[in-house]
């Protein structure tokens, strides 16, 4: 079985403040995405990284693929309460079974950014 | 806007009964997931079917069921139901193809809240 764990649990900020969201497993995935969710809401799809050591930016947000593909991480700079949320990572298999082709989704940091 | 619709938005019911949720997936999209989201949790991943076939189990219970109509569109079923099935339940879609690691991305609806009382 595959498992995801992120880090940390929770995390409570002054807007301004940069952080980083870790996501770890000791196994490989084939793609690591990370999900974005509001209270009520249905997670969104923030960006997929696909190549070892592969980095994206989205804004403020900047996104790693650990080089052997079993980690990620998610770094906010200068968060802003816009930003407060449920941050999910979920890995895509490396090989897909003829069962499934599902996400492993971690449990989740919830991030809040005070005023 | 995912493309995703479920319905209905808010379920409320007593325990012991039973209800459907009904999810439409995004226009092309073959596979849908459905997922359990209690308070607090992460996604419980509970089933997937591809073009009407389904093809992975997560921890379902026995009372739940699910199917996924020639129209692509999916139902899950909860029937006995008790307190502790009070949660979001959301339904996923995306273009994945069971045997291929590409296109896995998942889109999300807004999710049915049910509350058991």
């Known amino acids: 079985t595959q498992l995801l764990e992120q880090s940390p649990q929770f995390l409570s900020i002054q807007e301004g403040e940069n952080l980083t969201v870790y996501c770890n497993s000791s196994?490989?995935?084939?793609?690591l995405q990370w999900y974005r969710q509001e209270p009520g809401e249905g997670p969104v799809l923030l960006v997929t990284?696909?190549?070892?050591?592969e980095v994206k930016k989205l804004k403020r947000l900047t996104f790693q693929f650990g080089d052997a593909r079993k980690d990620s991480s998610l770094h906010i700079t200068a968060a802003q309460p816009g930003d407060t949320g449920l941050y999910l990572c979920?890995?895509?298999?490396?090989?897909?079974?003829?069962?499934?082709?599902?996400?492993?989704f971690g449990e989740g940091t919830q991030l809040t950014v005070n005023p | 806007d995912s493309g995703v619709t479920q319905t209905p938005k808010h379920l409320i019911t007593a325990t012991g009964q039973r209800v459907t949720l009904r999810c439409s997936p995004r226009?092309?999209?073959?596979?849908v997931y459905w997922y359990q989201q209690s308070l607090d949790q992460g996604l419980q991943f509970l089933i997937q079917?591809?073009?009407?076939?389904?093809?992975a189990k997560g921890n379902i219970l026995e009372r739940f069921s699910a199917q996924q109509f020639p129209d692509l569109h999916s139902e899950l079923n909860l029937s006995s139901l008790e307190l502790g099935d009070s949660a979001l339940y959301f339904c996923?879609?995306?273009?994945?193809?069971?045997?291929?690691?590409?296109?896995?991305?998942?889109?999300f609806g807004q999710g049915t809240r049910l509350t058991v009382v």
């Open positions: 979920a890995g895509a298999p490396l090989v897909t079974t003829t069962s499934g082709s599902r996400l492993t």
């Open positions: 079917y591809y073009n009407g076939e389904e093809r």
């Open positions: 226009s092309g999209d073959l596979s």
């Open positions: 196994s490989v995935f084939s793609s």
């Open positions: 990284v696909v190549t070892g050591g």
């Open positions: 996923a879609s995306s273009v994945g193809v069971p045997g291929l690691s590409q296109g896995t991305e998942a889109f």
